[in-house]
């Protein structure tokens, strides 16, 4: 039998990137806010939604749960309505996209009871949601795991009840699905050691929009008041800070000039500062980001990622390709996840040296990686092997993009907009 055809890029590389680039809303703060509405049976409109693998997906749950779902792809707006009608997110679907695991806490909360597939781990990790499990303990919900699935009913399959949750380890979704299941229980709740990453901001912007009364989002100490219903509401989704570090980083290892718009530099502090440590000229203006390497040489910069406002784990397969190609020696350490260096073996079939020790990579900088064929392993990975392809002298193959996919919109159009050769071939 013919082995099953995955789509792949073609990229010329050697060439520097120039130009500008539109960046678009957050995946990850899209992903939570679509699965908001399942907290309230009257019509949000969302802007700035974009048009990504996840959020397709995302668009089939809730239309499984029996909420009714446009989308205009030109527009980025999405318009979903109604009243779910089922508690059940299958294995089918949850298998496709691990963030389905935050329908527990509105389906809980507003339904009175939920059945959400557990989610398998993935490339990067196992991915536990204990955390997630523990924290709808606390709001009073009754939870079996059983055939896959964790089952949960609230007190007399009625409301949540406020509680205070600590969190023993700092989990983006997990204060997510959390706070989301706060905002109709009976009561105050409190969750400690909530993450800060600034999609957490903005979903908790749209449940204010719609009638939720939450204070202390972006900090570790988050407070709901427990309403009784929210209402519908308009919200647009905040830029994509990973995206545009993504592009900036494609720019800077090729020696380009780059200039993303519509970005929200505030949440990308940390980045930009070693992005200028790399030897990058960058410059911020309202929200537009440019970065200019032209003829400049790259130096080596150590990174060790922590939960936000830290150095992002979503960055560190992107820079680690800038450090394959620095003046010197650098250390990437990952903190977050115990597998995320998938894309360590690839770029070394470019002609990187990089070597894995534990948590931590050594970069050993080289003049120039060279085009090959390579393989993806999950989001973050795929866009590392296609900055180093355009970095690189020759051509290479990126197969599997189809973890890109659920991540970055309109790909080989903003990458040929910034002057890169790159063509989906099958
Ligand atoms: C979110 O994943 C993001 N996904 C990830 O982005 C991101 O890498 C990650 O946060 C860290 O910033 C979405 O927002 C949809 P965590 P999440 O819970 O919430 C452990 C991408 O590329 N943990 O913050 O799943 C976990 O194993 C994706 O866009 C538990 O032990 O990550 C990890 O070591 C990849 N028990 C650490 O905590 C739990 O119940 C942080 O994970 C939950 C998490």
Redesign the pocket.
Known sequence: MAPFKTAKFKIEGGKPLDGEVCISGA???A??ILLATILTKDEIVLHNVPDLA?VKTSFELLKQLGKQCSYDKNLGTAVISGCVTSKVASYELVKTM??S??ALGPLTAFLGEAAVSLPGG?A???????????GMKELGADIILDDGYIKAVAPGSERLKGGHINM?????????NLMMAATLADGETIIENA?L?P?IVDLAKCLRAMGAKIKGDGTSRICIEGVKELHGCEHTVVADR?EAGTYLIAGIATHGIVRCVNTLPSTLDVLLQKLKQANAIIEVDGTTITADMRNRRILPVDIVTA??PGF???MQAQFTVLNSLADGVSSVTET???NRFMHIAELNRMGAHLEIRGNVVICSGVKMLKGAQVMSS???ASASLVIAGLAAEGTSIVDRIYHMD??YEHIEAKIRNLGGTIERIY
């Not at 990067?124 to 523990?134: C, Q």
């Not at 023993?168 to 997510?176: A, F, L, P, Y």
């Open positions: 995946k990850n703060a992903l939570p996840d691990r963030a695991i935050m993935c990067i990790g196992a991915r536990p949601v204990d955390l997630h499990i523990k023993d380890k700092v989990s983006v979704t997990g204060t997510e993450a990453e999609e990973i939960p936000h992002p784990t979503d977050i996840f115990e999950d989001l973050r659920r991540g």
